[in-house]
Structures are given as C-alpha cells and as structure tokens.
C-alpha cells in the first residue's frame, strides 16, 4: 500500500490536539485589526473546535495528524 500524502495548505491551518480534535483559527482576525475592540482581538487568539461534519472530510487530508 503506498504512503497517502498530506495536503499542505490543510496541515499549515489545522491544528490537531492530543484527544485528536481539529482545531482551527478564527476567521476576520488579520484585517482591519485597530478598529476591533481588544475583548474581541483576544478572542481572536484561541482556536475554535472544527464542525463535526467537516471533521471526517478534513482528516483525510491530514492521514498521519488525525
């Protein structure tokens, strides 16, 4: 069986914890950062639980993460 490669641009954006949850960043952190209030700037900061119907189809780009 050959070795199943791993998608790049899903391995740089998924973060994958010790239980096996992927988690992912926030969305609309990067721009018009000065004008958000700073309660929301650090909500930016923690990552978020993927939905679990996307869960399955994100772990096959990531084989050996997941």
């Known amino acids: 069986m050959p070795k199943l490669k791993t998608h790049k641009g899903a391995k740089a954006r998924i973060h994958v914890t010790g239980s096996g949850k992927l988690m992912r960043r926030k969305r609309m952190s990067s721009h018009l950062r000065r004008k958000k209030p700073k309660k929301v700037t650090r909500k930016f900061a923690q990552k978020m639980a993927y939905d679990k119907a996307d869960v399955?189809?994100?772990?096959?780009l990531i084989p050996y993460d997941a």
């Not at 399955?56 to 096959?60: D, E, I, M, T, V």
């Open 56 to 60: 399955k189809r994100l772990a096959r």
